[in-house]
């Protein structure tokens, strides 16, 4: 089993940026894929940004160009780094991990709320 932590939501105003980070535990290495989904207020929950084991990555429209994600093995932590951020990317994000078919693992999600 994998358990997953959120942290880094916060207020901003739009344009600002912001970083938020999963910490990892268990049996983290066995984890193939980590990513970041995120539901908006009224809105169907859609897949932000994935790193896979081999560092490949990939990246919703709307994000492209303005947020990174990335992995820190060592440390069990993945991170989602946003810039330019938009009044329409408010949402709840929720980091989730994969182990292999039908075993993912979601974390309880961070709020993030962007001004206008």
């Known amino acids: 089993q994998v358990h997953l932590e959120e942290s880094g939501g916060a207020f901003v105003q739009a344009g600002g940026s912001l970083r938020l980070s999963c910490a990892a535990s268990?049996?983290?290495?066995?984890?193939?894929?980590m990513g970041w989904y995120r539901q908006g207020p009224g809105k169907q929950r859609e897949l932000v940004a994935t790193?896979?084991?081999?560092?490949?990555?990939i990246f919703a429209d709307s994000v492209k160009g303005r947020f990174t994600i990335s992995r820190n093995s060592a440390k069990n932590t993945m991170y989602l780094q946003m810039n330019n951020l938009k009044p329409e990317d408010t949402a709840v994000y929720f980091c989730?991990?994969?182990?292999?078919?039908?075993?993912?693992?979601w974390g309880k999600g961070t709020l993030v709320t962007v001004s206008s």
């Open positions: 790193v896979h084991s081999d560092s490949s990555t």
């Open positions: 268990g049996s983290t290495f066995s984890i193939n894929a």
């Open positions: 989730y991990a994969v182990l292999g078919p039908g075993m993912d693992y």
